[in-house]
């Protein structure tokens, strides 16, 4: 390999981005289904734009 | 309950509302919408060059080679992430129900990128460019670029955290999800690949390419879509837990599919077959996706019929599918030995950028103008042209590229043929191409005309 050829390292590099955007990933996943994404209550989300914005809610 | 308004709207609003300041957004829009038409201009001459290769004759700063990283460039960054920018200023606050973390800051990011869209119209045309698809931009407008998503996401995250309700809407997420996927994708494309040679630098450069438009402009686009749909047919969506899934499965399924560029090429068999596989789980969180959207349309269709956003946003997501559709098909080996590097791979880029993620986007801002300035639109008729304009001109840029892509892979895939001849044989297809263009371009000049008159106050002048 050439003193300049930093292939390896920066694909290490890429893969350190992998890895901590994988871990992020799986950190929120696990958290939604903590705050109830996946529950009773997880279509609540859907309807604060309506109760909150300027314009009424048609279908409740 | 906390009834919310921008601030423009200041004669109608009750006591006790949340007043949105609004003037990150508007920057954002303005600038966005007045780049469109510049970058326009640029397509349609790059467009005529395929036609009269001759046209401008040899000055180099006209040349094709610099005007077309120029339009790419400024479609993609001028044009359509800063108005993505720009709605995700509008909408993160209202729904998380508190004002934007730091006007100041968002105005300053506004600025920056203006400065660096400015740079990299001089540094391309001047010939400074890396090389790399989608990576052209000079390193040092490489570390503005850095600086002002670190300003973006730093206002987004913190509105986030100041949020009033614990559960966050898709759209959240989505828009979290660019900010977070946007970094590491731009850092691997734009420098991980300064320090690689050869092979590993076409994959990383490939994979950066890919998730430019899988995880930049798609959550973005996608989340944009999200609140508009519901927003525009005043119809909560169908299901925020299919939205979800499509979520999470778009973060574990698109990061791998970068590969499929280098189909046939000189990287590993299981690379290229694990691209193929990834490509073909798209097909979840799309559907999760379209379907989702759909079926809070059921019953709402007859919306269209009046609603220049609802159709530039439905149009969008049928674009969306179909994209959605095409791209893990032509990875697999066989079609891709037809449409690979042919024109058919601009068709579908194109059909993603503009017939998807700009139709969302221009569906935003012919929502979001009238409110922020506090204005009706100029006029709804223009703005129902300007839909016409680019449905028409984009399908017959779309299907044009295809057919003829399709045409150039099977004589590509003959060695009997001269490869000048396959050049001489698209000409009309190249017609047809820059026609398209034209109608295009008269559909963009139509919405920014529109915008722009509704920001300077025109209507008012005309009633007056």
């Known amino acids: ?60 | 309950m906390q009834a919310q308004f921008s601030k423009a709207e200041g004669g109608v609003v009750p006591a006790g509302s949340l007043v949105h300041d609004d003037a990150t957004a508007k920057w954002f829009l303005v600038s966005s919408v007045t780049y469109f038409f510049i970058v326009g201009i640029i397509a349609v001459i790059i467009a005529a060059k395929f036609v009269w290769p001759d046209l401008m004759g040899t000055m180099s700063w006209l040349t094709y080679g610099r005007l077309r990283p120029l339009h790419v460039n400024g479609m993609l960054f001028g044009w359509l992430l800063a108005a993505d920018m720009g709605l995700a200023y509008y909408i993160i606050p209202r729904l998380c129900g508190v004002k934007l973390w730091s006007e100041k800051l968002g105005v300053a990011t506004a600025a920056l990128w203006n400065v660096i869209i400015l740079g990299a119209v001089v540094t391309l045309l001047a010939g400074q460019n890396q090389g790399w698809e989608y990576a052209e931009l000079p390193w040092y407008l490489d570390i503005l670029v850095v600086v002002a998503w670190i300003m973006f996401g730093l206002n987004i995250l913190m509105t986030v955290a100041s949020r009033k309700h614990q559960a966050m809407y898709v759209t959240i997420w989505y828009t979290m999800g660019c900010v977070l996927w946007t970094a590491f994708v731009y850092l691997t494309g734009n420098f991980a690949t300064l320090f690689t040679t050869g092979t590993n630098q076409a994959n990383l450069n490939w994979m950066y390419v890919h998730n430019a438009v899988g995880l930049i402009f798609t959550p973005i686009g996608l989340g944009v879509a999200y609140y508009f749909i519901p927003r525009a047919s005043n119809t909560p969506l169908y299901s925020h837990k299919l939205s979800m899934v499509g979520f999470w499965s778009l973060a574990f399924v698109y990061v791998w599919t970068g590969a499929h560029h280098m189909i046939h090429g000189p990287i590993s068999q299981w690379l290229q077959t694990i691209a193929i596989a990834f490509s073909l789980m798209l097909l979840i969180p799309v559907w999760a996706v379209v379907y989702n959207l759909f079926a809070t349309m059921k019953g709402q269709w007859h919306q269209l019929r009046e609603s220049v956003p609802l159709k530039f946003l439905m149009s969008g997501i049928v674009f969306y599918l179909l994209t959605c559709f095409q791209g893990p098909m032509h990875s697999l080996r066989t079609v891709n030995a037809i449409v690979s590097k042919t024109d058919w791979i601009p068709g579908h880029a194109h059909m993603a950028v503009l017939g998807c993620f700009s139709f969302l986007a221009i569906a935003g801002t012919y929502f979001t103008v009238p409110k922020l300035w506090g204005k009706p639109l100029f006029s709804e008729s223009l703005a129902n042209w300007s839909y016409w304009m680019l449905m028409i001109g984009g399908l017959g840029f779309f299907t044009t590229l295809w057919l003829g892509g399709f045409w150039q892979g099977w004589q590509w895939n003959n060695w009997s043929i001269p490869f000048i001849d396959t050049v001489i044989a698209l000409k009309p297809i190249w017609i047809v191409r820059f026609v398209s263009g034209i109608l295009m371009f008269v559909g963009i000049v139509m919405f920014a005309y529109n915008i722009l008159a509704t920001v300077m106050g025109a209507n008012e002048e005309a009633a007056a």
């Open chain 1, 1 to 60: 390999m050439a003193p300049t050829d930093y292939t390896y390292p920066s694909v290490y590099f890429a893969y350190l981005f992998f890895f901590l955007s994988f871990c992020l990933a799986v950190y929120f996943f696990i958290r939604s289904r903590r705050d109830g994404y996946w529950g009773d209550k997880g279509e609540d989300a859907k309807y604060q734009m309506f109760e909150e914005d300027e314009t009424p809610r048609r279908n409740p």
